[in-house]
Antibody, heavy 113, light 110 residues
Framework: EVQLVESGGGLVQPGGSLRLSCSASGFTFSSFAMHWVRQAPGKGLEYLSAISTDGDRTYYADSVRGRFTISRDNPKNTLYLQMSSLRPEDTAVYYC??????WGPGTTVTVSS | QSALTQPASVSGSPGQSITISCTGTSSDVGSYNFVSWYQHHPGKAPKLMIHEVSKRPSGVSNRFSGSKSGNTASLTISGLQAEDEADYFCCSYAGRDTYVFGTGTKVTVL
């Protein structure tokens, strides 16, 4: 069974940093593009970032470009999202997705002083 | 990109059929046959119900069907059941490795 489990969320002050992880199992991780999506409280989903199978190609939404970095460790079957210069508007549930198909349950990030 | 437009809520009685629309533009829904629909129960992982406009993944009930006309995609749930009560959102490929999501629709079974 394909499974994704996000971790690393929590409370962080504005301007701070956080690294999210997404542990994958049940499929050949290195063969699939991976994505990060978030949903702020009471708002819709926002497509944030993507990374190719080998990590050579990445995409970032304008709202996070220059502040967030997506990466992957294929031998460890893990996807990452390094978030820096965090703002209150980054408060959201963050989801990792494989091939825009299977989603993890999400991890909550709260940016507040 | 702007979010795809969905009705905020749709409701129906058990056994009825409901349709949720997802309106985009010629840059996303209208250009690509890569529209997906997801069912989301709060606190759980969203579940893929339809991909590539009208294809149902294995294990998804055939009560769920998808279609597209121009810049608008639709999800129809027939034979509505209590377990179908959830949030539903659409997603379209928008070119250049990007995707855009719908605003989300809350389905209520009366």
């Amino acid at each position: 069974e394909v499974q994704l489990v996000e971790s690393g969320g929590g409370l962080v002050q504005p301007g701070g940093s956080l690294r999210l992880s997404c542990s994958a199992s049940g499929f050949t991780f290195s063969s699939f593009a991976m994505h990060w999506v978030r949903q702020a409280p009471g708002k819709g989903l926002e497509y944030l970032s993507a990374i190719s199978t080998d990590g050579d190609r990445t995409y970032y939404a304008d709202s996070v470009r220059g502040r967030f970095t997506i990466s992957r460790d294929n031998p460890k079957n893990t996807l990452y999202l390094q978030m820096s210069s965090l703002r209150p508007e980054d408060t959201a549930v963050y989801y990792c997705i494989v091939s825009m198909d299977v989603w993890g349950p999400g991890t909550t990030v709260t940016v507040s002083s | 990109q702007s979010a795809l437009t969905q009705p905020a809520s749709v409701s129906g009685s058990p056994g009825q059929s409901i349709t949720i629309s997802c309106t985009g533009t010629s840059s996303d829904v209208g250009s690509y046959n890569f529209v997906s629909w997801y069912q989301h129960h709060p606190g759980k992982a969203p579940k893929l119900m339809i991909h590539e406009v009208s294809k149902r993944p294995s294990g998804v009930s055939n009560r769920f069907s998808g279609s597209k006309s121009g810049n608008t995609a639709s999800l129809t749930i027939s034979g509505l059941q209590a377990e179908d009560e959830a949030d539903y959102f659409c997603c379209s490929y928008a070119g250049r490795d990007t995707y855009v999501f719908g605003t989300g629709t809350k389905v209520t079974v009366l």
